[in-house]
């Protein structure tokens, strides 16, 4: 099947490897970033939250005033809007992009970047908590007579709303979360699986128990990945061009104050980008985690690097696994996705029609 492409906007220009400069909200760069993922062919964008960072839903929302067809994926976390709120301000939000959103859920790794909200439960209970969210949230969209819940986190009586998400019973969900407690959730209530940059044995691990808890549930779960591609004309050129990006990391962290290796010590994720990384910096060939170990996998933080079609080939090779959705970002994010678009982009949606062809092709002859 075709596979998708999600970039990742912010509302200021920063990276490991960019300092940030001006003020928090630079609108113009919103604007050019937003556009050059439309015109170098992304499907969808994403837009980070954290604790200190702008609005994500207004910022999702001036995104889609200065496009025209990219999809938007709101990062969203439970707890801090009711679900009722939250139901009708998404769908409104859907209407208003004509069917463009997409919400990824996320529970939160890390106990200091929730605390700084007000949110003091632990890590299960907040992935217990998203449960019952996503619950109520699905009912509102779904249901069209009024409803009660009275459960561990919320209560509601007469909930119902008068607008629905554009395309059927609700809002794409995208999830992420590689604890027991995630994966379960990801079962019951996940369109979208979503994982961060691990090798493929890891990751082929993890799409397995997810499906399974998905199988549980009697229900279907799409998979994504996401990698930071580092391209260059030859393997030569993109392997020192990684280690020009490590050197810089390094150098901005020292500047900043960060201490090397600290990360969201919550995440299981993160953890899973160490393990890939106690494996060495470079993992199946192309899988390249220096810059996960450096800040302590936080975030999508590992690579994919070598020529577009080197990338292209390692992404073919995540697509086996049933991974059908690749989230890339780069550390020079503007340029990069420009350079996604034009080099890697066209390259592993041909290289996924072959392959779907061939697979084709075997499948009638086997049934010859």
Do not use: C
Not at 257 to 271: L, W
Request: overall charge neutral; glycine content about 8%; proline content about 5%.
């Amino acid at each position: 099947m075709p596979v998708q492409f999600i970039g990742m906007i912010q509302p200021h220009e920063v990276s490991e490897t960019i300092p940030r400069k001006g003020p928090a909200i630079d609108a113009a760069y919103v604007r050019a970033f937003a556009q050059a993922h439309e015109h170098a062919g992304f499907d969808r964008i994403l837009v980070p939250a954290s604790s200190s960072s702008p609005d994500t839903l207004l910022t999702a929302t001036y995104a889609a005033s200065v496009t025209q067809k990219i999809g938007l994926l709101l990062a969203h976390r439970p707890g801090f809007v009711a679900p009722t709120l939250a139901a009708r301000q998404l769908a409104t939000l859907d209407h208003y992009t004509g069917g463009r959103l997409a919400v990824h859920y996320i529970s939160g790794g890390s106990d200091e970047d929730q605390q700084r909200d007000g949110d003091f439960l632990g890590h299960d209970e907040r992935y217990a908590r998203t449960d019952e969210y996503l619950a109520i949230l699905r009912r509102v969209w779904s249901e069209d007579k009024p409803f009660d819940h009275e459960g561990t986190y919320y209560r509601v009586k007469g909930a119902v709303s008068e607008v629905k998400p554009v395309r059927g019973q609700r809002v794409p969900i995208y999830f992420g979360g590689a604890s027991a407690p995630a994966l379960q959730v990801a079962g019951k209530h996940a369109d979208v699986y979503a994982l961060w940059g691990e090798s493929l044995a890891q990751a082929g691990d993890l799409v397995r128990r997810v499906r399974a808890e998905a199988t549980l549930n009697g229900r279907h779960v799409d998979f994504s990945i996401s990698f930071r591609p580092i391209l260059g004309k030859t393997e030569e050129e993109a392997w020192a061009k990684a280690d020009r990006i490590l050197e810089d990391t390094r150098r901005l962290r020292v500047q900043q104050g960060y201490a090397r290796g600290v990360g969201p010590q919550q995440s299981e994720g993160a953890q899973r980008l160490l393990a890939d990384a106690a494996n060495g910096d470079r993992v199946d060939e192309r899988l390249w985690t220096a810059v996960a170990r450096e800040i302590g996998g936080r975030s999508n933080s590992t690579s994919l690097v070598g020529t577009p079609q080197q990338v292209a080939d390692a992404l073919l090779k995540y697509y086996d696994l049933g991974i059908t959705t690749f989230l890339i970002r780069g550390f020079d994010p503007l340029v990069d996705a420009i350079d996604y678009g034009r080099e890697l982009l066209p390259l592993a949606h041909a290289k996924v029609a072959e392959r779907d062809a061939q697979q084709a092709a075997q499948t009638l002859r086997k049934a010859a």
